[in-house]
């Protein structure tokens, strides 16, 4: 079988470390063949890496379409959020497979153009939702449709995002403002929301959430902090985010990784100098929350609790499912889950094997395993062998369940019903 050829567009922290890198060690199933992103530095990267001829190197995407290599069968757009319209209407018109990071488009209108454009698109349609592709959730998802416990109730999750990783991403980084990005619930948790769509196993009917940016603002910097955390900053010891404390480490992978592509102490010193990720936490331009909650009824009956935060010491994902005959109780970054029987009174824990990381600036095996088996998943697909998710029916169902939320969120934790609001009749 010969590799699917695939044009990548954005060369950036997933493109580069997470598609690319999977080429790099898969090459029998997936060869990149075109790049398209704006830096020079990481596009020569990613040229150099799979040995790009330079007529297919480009600088922008829109110069990408109409001069691929004969015989490029795929797309895999890795852009940021709001750079992901243009490529993907110029894949659909030019019938390319497509692989395309979450959220698909950050703005309801976008999203209900884009859906009705994929209604007419015969190829495959794969967005990022790696939660779906973890052994964690497979399993579980296998252990529900076997009526495991029973009818299923409810379901909690909780999303730790991690106070670290809020101010890397979401005070410093890319995902840090509403307009440059798209609400914090899209951008970060729309997999979450696919996943809870995904185990209820029916659409959502109405959802109601509350939250702030409460804690990573001006009125909360400490007094005599500088701009800059290497400008003098005299709370270096009790403050947590300190860029020196995150970026100038021996680590020089996520998230040191992703501030600068000359990764020596002087390279990234001068990035944290000159660059967004040197500021202090409380004298950014963020405007996205640290703190959601969401409430959710899909048309089942099941309902579900949803809560986002940046308050917790690490990363991590955990999960209660309240069925009839029992609950499972499980733990992503463990990769362990508890089934309780009423009836029997037993309780059997699963414990799946843990992913091993990548080595360098990013994780193939990231999301627990997710990120490697969606892009093992695109490629059969591509070769028929995939799943259901594949098509683009169901991608758009968790961007109306976030952007729902962050609709209600701002209006006061209002009520709001899918069916209204993902026609855009919600006002």
């Known amino acids: 079988m010969e590799p699917v050829k695939t044009a990548l567009i954005g060369a950036g922290d997933r493109g580069k470390f997470v598609y ?5 060690m898969n090459p029998k199933l997936i060869k990149i063949v075109a790049v398209a992103e704006r830096s020079p530095e990481k596009r020569t990267l990613v040229q150099e890496e799979h040995a790009i001829p330079g007529a297919y190197v480009f600088s922008a995407w829109e110069d990408a379409f109409g001069s691929l290599p004969s015989g ?7 852009t940021p959020d709001r750079l992901h319209h243009g490529p993907l209407a110029k894949a659909m018109e030019g019938n390319y497979h497509i692989l395309c990071e979450k959220p698909v488009v950050p703005t309801l209108e976008e999203c ?9 698109f015969n190829k495959v349609f794969m967005t990022g939702y790696v939660l779906e592709y973890t052994a964690f959730y497979v399993k579980i998802k296998e252990l529900l449709d076997q009526g495991r416990i029973g009818k299923l109730i409810g379901i909690d999750a909780v999303e730790n995002v991690g106070h670290l990783h809020m101010a890397h991403s979401f005070v410093r980084g890319n995902w840090r403002n509403l307009k440059e990005s798209s609400p914090m619930i899209l951008a970060k948790s729309c997999h979450d929301m696919d996943l809870l769509y995904w185990l209820a196993g029916a659409p959502c009917e109405t959802v109601s959430s509350y939250g702030n940016l409460h804690y990573f603002r001006a009125e909360n910097a400490p007094a005599g902090s500088p701009g800059r955390c290497l400008d003098g900053c005299p709370h270096i010891m009790d403050c947590p985010y300190d860029a ?31 660059g967004p990720y040197g500021r ?13 909650t969401a409430a959710m009824q899909f048309a089942n009956g099941v309902t579900a609790n949803f809560t986002m935060s940046a308050f917790t010491m690490e990363i991590h994902r955990g999960i209660t499912l309240f069925g009839t005959k029992g609950e499972i109780r499980g733990d992503l970054e463990e990769n362990r889950f508890t089934v309780k029987e009423f009836a029997s009174r037993n309780a059997e824990t699963v414990e799946l094997a ?12 990231g999301h627990s395993g997710g990120d490697f088996a969606l892009i093992t998943g695109f ?5 028929g062998t995939g799943r259901e998710q594949a098509s683009a029916k169901n991608a758009f169902e968790s961007h ?11 209006h006061g934790g209002k009520s709001v019903s899918l069916n209204t609001f993902r026609t855009g009749g919600f006002e």
């Open 379 to 383: 490629v059969n697909s591509i070769r």
């Open 354 to 365: 843990k992913p091993a990381g990548a080595a360098g600036g990013g994780s193939l095996d």
């Open 20 to 24: 690319a890198q999977y080429a790099k």
């Open 400 to 410: 109306y369940m976030a952007l729902a939320a962050e609709y209600s969120r701002t």
């Open 280 to 292: 202090c936490v409380y004298r950014c331009d963020n405007d996205v929350v640290d703190h959601q």
């Open 112 to 120: 209900i153009e884009v859906e009705k454009a994929a209604e007419r």
């Open 72 to 78: 490029t069968e795929a797309v895999i757009i890795a």
């Open 244 to 274: 020196a404390k995150t970026y100038l480490t021996g680590n020089t992978g996520w998230p040191a990784s992703t501030i600068s592509t000359d990764l020596s102490i002087e390279g990234r010193i001068k990035a944290l100098e000159t």
